[in-house]
């Protein structure tokens, strides 16, 4: 389970950081502002050598006690940092690419929504009710809207259940007492449509975050 | 092949409303037409040069967001070009530059035989004043694509005859 994901731009200052709200945030900001060198360095070593191939993937970073940081670029040479527990042995290379992938995936998306200027903040808000008719994905929205964040990230445990037209779905969070919305499908599901993509952008990338931080491995 | 029609009309719409609203017809306002269709032009090209994973290039549809890339190949500015005329322009014009030539300073010639936004106007030398606008926004899209892979440059286009265009990237040194 990833503990803390950030994206860092070109000229090194954060474009998004989360991290698990438990724990004291001030921790993983300043190891992920200190793995910037460690990247740093793996870019400029990498490049003096006569390696045709650089990988996006640079594996892993340094390791602690806790925690172990592994890192990534892209060609635009904006970095994703991951910060990932130890105790956590189950979590393989793989895991970390495929995490890393699906991490790039949702960028590109960010950096093709018209609404989000590069070099910006990305922000994940709740979309504020506007009198913009977007047709059937008002419904779709306002569904969304409530930020069920609190709940995955307590790691809420997934139970596979039939989804409401009785097709199996991924893993639903349980509902939990007194919530008063619907179980909702957990967030790839949400990316997987190709317009609501386009839409919900940044929204799309904070669930996409959450989702890899509650990995259930 | 219908994604690909699609583009250039909207491409031929979105020159013909620009120069329609011309309040100042002097070539004070033709400069900014240009250089909005060429802003136009800038942004989506920093959104097509994020790439994404080789392995979803096959299974998307031609004209999707993404163009494939594997690895970090770009040792140098002529991978990055190389890159452009091949991936680039096959992921949005559906075929590839057909020469790139460099005096190995920074400049370099990118040349289309037969640019697909100028090849259903003429072919010969009608309409040659008209040309330079409809390259406008392909200007920016390279220098877009350019600015993303970390190059500042200056991109200009020349037509000698439809539809023949040159597209000259200048590289600047900061």
């Known amino acids: 389970m990833a503990v803390c994901v950030a994206v860092i731009a070109k000229e ?22 200190t793995s910037l060198d460690v990247v740093d360095e793996k870019i400029s070593a990498m490049g003096k050598a006569l390696v045709d191939q650089r990988e996006l993937y640079l594996g892993l970073l340094y390791p602690t006690e806790d925690y172990k940081v592994y890192g990534y670029v892209t060609n635009s040479k904006v970095k994703f940092v991951m910060v990932v527990d130890s105790s956590n042995t189950a979590l393989r290379d ?18 093709c929504n018209p609404f989000y200027n590069p070099g910006d903040r990305i922000q994940s808000s709740p979309p504020i009710d506007t009198d913009v ?28 259940r039939r989804g409401p037209r009785g097709a199996p779905c991924s893993q639903q969070p349980r509902r939990l007492r007194g919530d008063p919305s619907q179980a909702l499908p957990m967030a790839p599901s949400l990316s997987h449509d190709a317009v609501s993509r386009f839409i919900l952008g940044p929204r799309a990338f904070d669930s996409m975050v959450t989702s890899m931080m509650v990995q259930v491995c | 092949m219908a994604d690909a029609a699609l583009f250039e009309f909207l491409h031929t719409e979105m020159v013909a409303e620009l120069w329609a609203h011309h309040s100042d017809p002097g070539p004070g306002g033709q400069k900014m037409s240009l250089s909005v269709l060429e802003g136009m032009g800038f942004r989506v090209g920093q959104a097509l040069g994020e790439s994404p994973t080789a392995s979803a290039w096959p299974k998307r549809l031609p004209l999707s967001p993404r163009l494939p890339q594997e690895t970090l190949a770009f040792r140098e500015e002529l991978d990055v070009l190389k890159f452009l005329c091949k991936d680039l322009w096959v992921a949005v014009f559906q075929k590839q530059m057909d020469s790139l030539r460099t005096n190995h300073q920074g400049t370099y010639v990118l040349q289309d035989n037969s640019f697909p936004l100028l090849i259903r106007m003429a072919s010969g030398l009608q309409y040659l ?21 970390g190059i500042k440059s200056l991109v ?17 040194k900061t």
């Open chain 1, 12 to 33: 090194n200052y954060p474009l998004y950081i989360r991290s698990i709200p438990t724990e004291n945030e001030l921790k993983f900001h300043y190891m992920v502002h």
């Open chain 1, 94 to 111: 793989n895991e970390i690419r495929s995490m890393f992938r699906k991490l790039h995936n949702s960028y590109t998306d960010v950096m």
């Open chain 1, 133 to 160: 008719t977007l047709g059937h994905h008002q419904d779709f929205i306002k569904k969304h809207s409530r930020a069920h964040i609190p709940h995955l990230l307590l790691g809420v445990p997934c139970i596979p």
């Open chain 2, 129 to 149: 004043e008209e040309a330079p606008k409809f390259l406008a926004f392909t200007c920016g899209l390279l220098r877009g694509t350019l600015s993303t892979l």
């Open chain 2, 156 to 172: 200009t286009a020349s037509v000698a005859s439809l539809p023949t265009c040159k597209f000259q990237v200048v590289i600047q």
